[in-house]
């Protein structure tokens, strides 16, 4: 079905008219509750069967199902070849670079022994 763009606003302007006339008269006491429902019922119903002429038919369902099986497809292909995308863009971790040991140094025998030891006296202040 085509969708002609007077036929739809018509019928969204009729249901509107429906909707507030059935409120307008029911404000004013000239309808009770259950008639002002059921011209409720028809406003709905008009937008209601406006949206069904639209509906896909079976073709064009088929059409879709096949669609949406085509995109999960490329979805689950492009999913399993990720890891491998990322795992070539990565850099490898760097590798540490080796301790250096210290050497030891080696002092002449007696070098740290001294028989002189100076110790300054202890500085005592007076307030």
């Given at each position: 079905m085509?969708?002609?763009?007077?036929t739809e606003i018509g019928a969204i302007v009729v249901a509107v008219v429906l909707a507030i006339m059935g409120g307008?008269?029911?404000?004013?006491?000239?309808?009770?509750?259950?008639?002002?429902?059921?011209m409720f019922i028809l406003a709905a119903g008009l937008l209601?069967?406006?949206?069904?002429?639209k509906a896909p038919s079976q073709q064009q369902q088929q059409q879709?199902?096949?669609?949406?099986?085509?995109g999960q497809a490329?979805?689950?292909?492009?999913?399993?070849?990720l890891?491998?995308?990322?795992?070539?863009?990565?850099?490898?971790?760097?590798?540490p670079a080796p301790a250096v040991q210290p050497t030891p140094i080696q002092l002449?025998?007696?070098a740290l022994a001294s028989?002189?030891?100076?110790?300054?006296?202890?500085?005592?202040?007076?307030?």
């Open positions: 085509s969708n002609n763009p007077f307008l008269l029911l404000y004013l006491g000239k309808i009770d509750t259950a008639f002002a429902t059921s209601g069967i406006n949206g069904a002429l879709l199902g096949a669609l949406a099986q085509q490329l979805t689950s292909q492009a999913l399993s070849v890891p491998t995308v990322v795992a070539a863009t990565q850099q490898p971790a760097p590798t002449a025998p007696g028989t002189t030891a100076t110790v300054p006296p202890p500085i005592i202040e007076v307030k």
